[in-house]
């Protein structure tokens, strides 16, 4: 039978009315039962490597500070680990990316200190580009420039390996894909499916949203049943 490795795309945990954000409660309560499953994490760098049909995998994109002060102490109470994908030029900052958005909300991103902690926990950090623009409308010159200095940025300053990357807004193109390929083992997207072995191109890997409307039951769902994988378009 293929192995299958739900990999989950979370952004915020906090108990603000956001559509991103997941109540600390409920992703405490959805932890809690991927442990009582029998489920242990990997980062995604371990993607590969991984023949443990219980292992699973917990994404955050943006790097926001709520996911240090609430997500990190849950998992560190169940020995959990998770890959974050921060945007380079922006640690210590705010979500600028959202400024011109409607109904935007200020929202702080981990600090050196938080970042580097997680590290030293096991936690693994990908890049998310230099400052969270959509690759497929920028010139050739500045996709790769978001694409690769974001890496060297994060190793120089972490001193640490990068392997992963996350498409900001899930937007690429086969250009962009080409140019991730060569600098990282994985990318991830906002398509929507489990992971299975050999189904999936390395560097456009599916993912299992969870949002702040996301229940109990529906949790265990999109992990246990075909749910999420029907929902997948190539």
Known sequence: ???????????SISDEFDKLSVHKKAFSKQMNLMKKLGYETINLSELNSSINKKHFIITFDDGYIDVFKNAFPILQKLNYKATIFVVSELISNINKWDQKKENYKKKELMSDHQILQLIKEG????????????LTSATDSNVENQIYQSK????????????????????????????VSKHY?????????????????????PRVPINSNTGLFKFYI????????????N
């Not at 390996?161 to 962009?176: E, T």
């Open 185 to 205: 083992k994985f990318a991830v997207t906002t398509k929507r499916s489990r992971y299975k072995k050999n189904k999936f191109n390395n560097y456009t890997l």
């Open 152 to 179: 060297i940025n994060i190793e120089k300053k972490f001193n640490t390996k990068v392997f992963c990357f996350s498409y900001p807004y899930g937007s690429y193109n086969k250009n962009v894909c080409n140019k």
């Open 1 to 11: 039978m293929t192995c299958t490795i739900p990999i989950l795309m979370y952004h």
């Open 222 to 233: 999109k992990i246990k049943t075909f749910y999420e994988d029907i929902k997948f378009v």
């Open 123 to 134: 936690y693994e950090i990908g890049s998310h580009t230099l400052n969270h623009i959509d």
